[in-house]
């Protein structure tokens, strides 16, 4: 069975390993240690990573069989963390130790902190170019997050998934409604089917270390409005126009107890026990909405609902791979080759069958025929990777979500004014930015 952890989107930031890099790129000069070496024409590269457990672990061991009995060459050291807070103070503490491994997932803030570190190399560095062979197959939105605010590709592409809206076929139906295509539509659905110990959607913002689900929606809804709550540059939005009424639209789904506010995945716990009609969760949580359903309703699974306008947004989620400064030349060509393997169509196809996240690239679909005829979502989530867009990569980025929390607690939980609690947040964000820069 697969771990929680890895399929659920966390910004967890392990503040104090992040501020320690500052002191750490004189290290990235190192000698290999962890990263392995070469012996008897044998390169070893280590690969830190989250994927400890269920189909995660198996297809990612299998997988990488299948590269070393085509690399007889290359041999990959797995080496396993128990989650993303864990993984980044351990790669941190590597840098620091002069042992990082040759490769490690990355969040695009960790991947921005790296690099100003100059503890991780640019991707052109070891693939001969900024735009290699294989770049273009990507979904667009999957290019766009491979490179840092200074234009360079510093990352290759591993798990990835979008949020996704997963709902009660039987019960929307009972009341008439149709899946929403827009989010009026999902209020007006909300609220239709709330009622009798029934509450339409239930979210958890999380805390100021680690956003959830409901400040991942209202992320989605500042988007579907017109301005995200982040410029592309990393200035906080957080009391934009567009920002304001996504939270007013959240304090009028509570008012109208259509609503509620939990902890741990409680959208999922309520649509599983029929007291809830919708989930928005990521696309890699598939096989835990299955898990809470149990077979006693059909589970719909549907993208996010466009803004009055039409227009489309989605949040990225999941991670990318990067390469360390220490790795040697040798390391790195083999480095290279295995991620370019994992990110294949092959690999891909094999990867997202198994473990629920997103293909990479379109390609993979064409090789996963029988999957998507028993998971239609599959193809339909898989297309938002073309406009999904992740957080900017800035290494404040994450402290300043933790804003958004506060002022998603203050309205959902206070009765806050949300325009008084969203001006509030920008002013910490701001400070969050001018200390992280």
Not at 170 to 182: F, I, S, Y
Request: charged share 15%.
């Amino acid at each position: 069975m697969p771990s929680k952890s890895p399929v659920r989107r966390t910004a967890a930031t392990v503040l104090a390993a992040a501020c320690a890099l500052g002191a750490l790129s004189a290290c990235s000069s190192s000698g290999s240690g962890g990263s392995g070496g070469s012996a008897g024409g044998t390169t070893t590269i280590s690969f830190m990573q989250i994927m400890n457990s269920g189909s995660q672990k198996s297809t990612l061991v299998a997988l990488t069989d299948a590269f070393e009995k085509a690399n007889p060459n290359i041999k990959v050291d797995l080496q396993y963390q128990p989650d993303y807070g864990t993984l980044h103070a351990k790669e941190t503490a590597g840098v620091a130790a002069h042992n990082p491994p040759t490769i490690g997932q990355v969040y695009e803030s960790w991947a921005a902190e790296y690099a100003k570190s100059q503890v991780i190399l640019p991707a052109s560095q070891f693939a001969g170019s900024d735009s290699p062979a294989g770049l273009s197959d990507f979904y667009q939105g999957v290019q766009k997050d491979l490179r840092l605010p200074d234009g360079k590709l510093w990352m290759w592409p591993f798990n990835k998934s979008v949020q996704v809206i997963f709902y009660n076929q039987d019960m929307l139906k009972a009341k008439g409604q149709n899946v929403p295509a827009t989010w009026d539509d999902f209020s007006a659905a909300a609220k239709a089917v709330s009622g009798g110990g029934v509450t339409a959607i239930s979210v958890d913002p999380g805390t100021t270390a680690n956003v959830n689900g409901g400040t991942i929606l209202f992320e989605a809804l500042c988007a579907a409005n017109g301005t995200p709550d982040f410029a592309a540059n990393g200035t906080p939005q957080l009391n934009s126009p567009a920002a304001i009424k996504a939270l007013g639209y959240l304090a009028d789904l509570k008012k109208a107890g259509a609503l509620a506010v939990g902890t741990n995945f409680p959208g999922e716990t309520a649509l599983g026990a029929q007291k809830g009609v919708f989930d928005m969760s990521s696309a890699a949580g598939y096989y835990f909405e299955n898990q809470a359903v149990g077979g006693k309703f059909t589970l719909g699974t549907e993208v996010l609902p466009t803004g009055a306008d039409g227009t489309k947004s989605n949040v990225l989620s999941g991670t990318n791979i990067a390469v360390f400064a220490s790795a040697s030349k040798a390391q790195q060509a083999a480095a290279w080759k295995y991620m370019q393997f994992l990110a294949s169509a092959d690999s891909q196809a094999q990867w997202s069958s198994t473990t629920g996240y997103l293909p990479v690239t379109p390609k993979a679909l064409d090789q996963m025929g029988d999957f998507l005829a028993k998971n239609p979502y599959m193809k339909t989530a898989a297309g938002a990777l073309d406009y999904a867009v992740a957080q900017p990569a800035f290494p404040w980025v994450a402290k300043a979500q933790g804003e958004e929390v506060v002022a998603l607690q203050k309205v959902l939980e206070q009765g806050a004014d949300p325009a008084s609690a969203l001006n509030a947040a920008q002013q910490a964000a701001l400070a969050d930015q001018k200390a992280g820069q």
